[in-house]
C-alpha cells in the first residue's frame, strides 16, 4: 500500500505560482514513477505531468509545458509541481498518483495506469 498527501493548494491570481507538494509513506518510493492529474468541475480527469523513478525523465501536458515543473526528492518520499504563470483555466483539483507496476510511454498519460491516489489539493486561479 501507498499512502500519498497532498498540499500546497490555494487561491491565487492570473500569473502567479503555486508549489503543490505529495508526500508518499508505505512503499519504497524512490522504485516508482510518480504522476500528476487534475479534475475541474464537469470535467474529466486529465494528465498534467509525471516523473520518472531517478528523476532523469520528465513528462508535461502541452497545457503546461513551459509553466510547470515536476520533480522528485527520493530522500523525503516527495514529488513537487511548480506552478508559474498560472491560468483561469488552471483551477481543478490536484491529485497526485502512483503505479503499482512499471509504466512506460503513452501509458503515463493515462489515470487508470495508476493505482494509488491522493485525496487532492485545490488549486483556483482568479482572473
Known amino acids: 500500500q501507498v499512502q500519498l498527501v497532498e498540499s500546497g493548494g490555494g487561491l491565487v491570481q492570473a500569473g502567479g505560482s503555486l508549489r503543490l507538494s505529495c508526500a508518499a509513506s508505505g512503499r519504497t518510493f524512490s522504485r516508482y514513477d510518480m504522476g500528476w492529474f487534475r479534475q475541474a468541475p464537469g470535467k474529466e480527469r486529465e494528465f498534467v505531468a509525471a516523473?520518472?523513478?531517478?528523476?532523469?525523465?520528465?513528462y508535461y501536458a502541452d497545457s503546461v509545458k513551459g509553466r510547470f515543473t515536476i520533480s522528485r526528492d527520493n530522500a523525503k518520499s516527495t514529488v513537487y509541481l511548480q506552478m508559474n504563470s498560472l491560468k483561469p483555466e488552471d483551477t481543478a483539483a490536484y491529485y497526485c498518483?502512483?503505479?503499482?507496476?512499471?509504466?512506460?510511454?503513452?501509458?503515463?498519460?493515462?489515470?487508470?495506469?495508476?493505482?494509488?491516489w491522493g485525496q487532492g489539493t485545490q488549486v483556483t486561479v482568479s482572473s
Open positions: 498518483a502512483v503505479p503499482s507496476h512499471p509504466i512506460y510511454g503513452s501509458n503515463r498519460y493515462d489515470s487508470r495506469n495508476y493505482d494509488y
Open positions: 516523473i520518472t523513478w531517478s528523476g532523469g525523465s520528465k
